[in-house]
T-cell receptor, first 116, second 109 residues
Framework: GAVVSQHPSRVICKSGTSVKIECRSL??????MFWYRQFPKQSLMLMAT?????????EQGVEKDKFLINHASLTLSTLTVTSAHPEDSSFYIC????????????FGSGTRLTVV | AQRVTQPEKLLSVFKGAPVELKCNYS??????LFWYVQYSRQRLQLLLR??SRESIKGFTADLNKGETSFHLKKPFAQEEDSAMYYC???????????FGKGTMLLVSP
């Protein structure tokens, strides 16, 4: 079945630095990928929709300059948390839909970001 | 505004007992509805979709448009069903999922 690979699974960074998270669709092409954020014991909140070859669509309240999204190829989307702060610490999850594999979305395994 | 409500944070039952995880939605248009499950230390995965009207791992979910509900049911819970369950409507026009807050199901032996 469709697989989405997300890397890294865990990252610790210092305040003020930037962190890049990669999301790859394996064995299928994804013109659209989605980035979610999940706080402890809370639900997934959609942050943005990543569109291959064009600008990402951000949800209300999500800072575009803070969370940079690049979707340069049909199999790779990246999320860069810029000038990270401790409040950015969270679990970030990407997903994509393989239209040829039936219904539903496939999710990455997530990235635990800790900003110290 | 689009909204999905899962009123129970935690549902604890004994093995063999019936289970119903509630989901109510408030959505414009005709959304597609999904249930996703996240087992411990695993990624989120699709459980079932209302259009398919299928039964997966013994779970079923019926869409009730009058009550705007999509409750997930299983007649006899198993210990391996213990997981976090998310109800997720999707606006077919935008193809984005909105997740409920989730219900943790704990099935005790």
């Amino acid at each position: 079945g469709a697989v989405v690979s997300q890397h890294p699974s865990r990252v610790i960074c210092k305040s003020g630095t930037s962190v890049k998270i990669e999301c790859r669709s394996l064995d299928f092409q994804a013109t659209t990928m989605f980035w979610y954020r999940q706080f402890p014991k809370q639900s997934l909140m959609l942050m943005a929709t990543s569109n291959e070859g064009s600008k990402a669509t951000y949800e209300q309240g999500v800072e575009k300059d803070k969370f940079l999204i690049n979707h340069a190829s049909l199999t790779l989307s990246t999320l860069t948390v810029t000038s990270a702060h401790p409040e950015d610490s969270s679990f970030y999850i990407c997903s994509a839909r393989d239209h040829g594999a039936g219904p539903g979305y496939t999710f990455g395994s997530g990235t635990r970001l800790t900003v110290v | 505004a689009q909204r999905v409500t899962q009123p129970e944070k935690l549902l604890s039952v004994f093995k063999g007992a019936p289970v119903e995880l509630k989901c109510n939605y408030s959505y414009s248009g005709s959304p597609e509805l999904f249930w996703y499950v996240q087992y411990s230390r695993q990624r989120l995965q699709l459980l079932l979709r209302h259009i398919s009207r299928e039964s997966i791992k013994g779970f079923t979910a019926d869409l009730n448009k009058g009550e705007t509900s999509f409750h997930l049911k299983k007649p006899f819970a198993q210990e391996e069903d213990s997981a976090m369950y998310y109800c997720a409507p999707m606006n077919s026009g935008y193809s984005t999922l909105t997740f409920g807050k989730g219900t943790m199901l704990l099935v005790s032996p």
